[in-house]
């Protein structure tokens, strides 16, 4: 009688072990999918991570620098806009970043669209200009591109009440003729990315007219601002300064 090694194994052996060894290699593309997936998406929440701090980085500096220089007048209350805000877009007047090679006070114009891009684009601010021409010109404006993909941005106002306290967040900055306090925005996700990221609050330095820049001008109320900044940045000693 041949032994069994001499017979070899049987049809149901091998297939028994081919499943097994199938099994075996799926388990294993699996975990490697999975390992993949994982490494993938963290790096891709740390590209958008790092891409909205270079967003808020860049619009804290800005904000930061804004400038009471005004940039539209209604023409029939010859009220003038020195800073335009609403949940989704704001516009202001503020030094370029030196990279650009313009140079000097433009209109930036911050709009955070429907498709989920947050984008900025400047113009040479005209005071003479109406609000409706200031509305069309910003049509024909290339607006640069600072994030996309984004679900939901808000930007919220803070300024002083009656009693120059502190006063609460608004949806909208309704007082043109004056900057806002302080500034911030919030986004609600990325798309594809669960969570919110951190807000973005920037402080306005320069929020009122000073001397020789228009109507509506209070030495004193710098003073009273102060009192709800104890801390004055460098840029702020250096404005002061001058």
């Known amino acids: 009688m041949t032994s069994r090694g ?8 091998v297939l028994l072990a081919l499943v097994l060894l199938a099994a075996g290699l799926a388990l294993a593309f699996a975990t490697l999918r999975s390992s993949t997936a994982v490494v993938t998406r963290g790096e ?4 958008a991570s790092e891409r909205m701090r ?16 005004v940039f539209a007048t209604d023409r029939g209350t010859l009220r003038q806009a020195r800073f335009l805000g609403s949940p989704q877009r704001m516009r202001f007047v503020a030094d370029l970043p030196d ?13 955070a669209d429907e498709t ?5 684009a400047f113009a040479v601010a005209q005071p003479e200009a109406s609000l409706e021409d200031v509305d069309l010109a910003a049509r ?27 006063g609460p967040w608004q949806d909208r900055w309704e007082t043109s003729e004056m900057l806002p306090l302080q500034v911030k925005m919030e986004v609600e ?7 919110r990221s951190q807000p973005l609050e920037a402080h306005l330095h320069d929020q009122v ?24 940045d460098e840029a702020r000693l250096a404005r002061e300064q001058r």
Request: proline share 6%; hydrophobic share 40%.
């Open 116 to 120: 989920g891009q947050l984008r900025v």
């Open 6 to 13: 001499a017979q070899g194994f049987t049809l149901i052996e």
């Open 54 to 69: 270079a967003v808020h980085g860049y619009l804290r500096a800005r904000l930061a620098s804004a400038q009471p220089i």
């Open 189 to 195: 996700a990325v798309r594809g990315f669960a969570g």
């Open 99 to 111: 990279y650009l090679g313009y140079g000097g006070p433009y209109l930036h114009d911050v709009v």
């Open 209 to 232: 007219p000073r001397a020789g820049r228009g109507p509506g001008e209070d030495p004193g109320q710098l003073q009273r601002l102060a009192a709800h900044e104890p801390v004055l």
């Open 44 to 47: 891709d929440m740390a590209q």
């Open 140 to 166: 024909r404006l290339r607006a640069e591109r600072l994030a996309d993909g984004l679900r939901v941005v808000r930007f919220h106002y803070r300024g002083l009440d009656a009693d120059n306290r502190l």
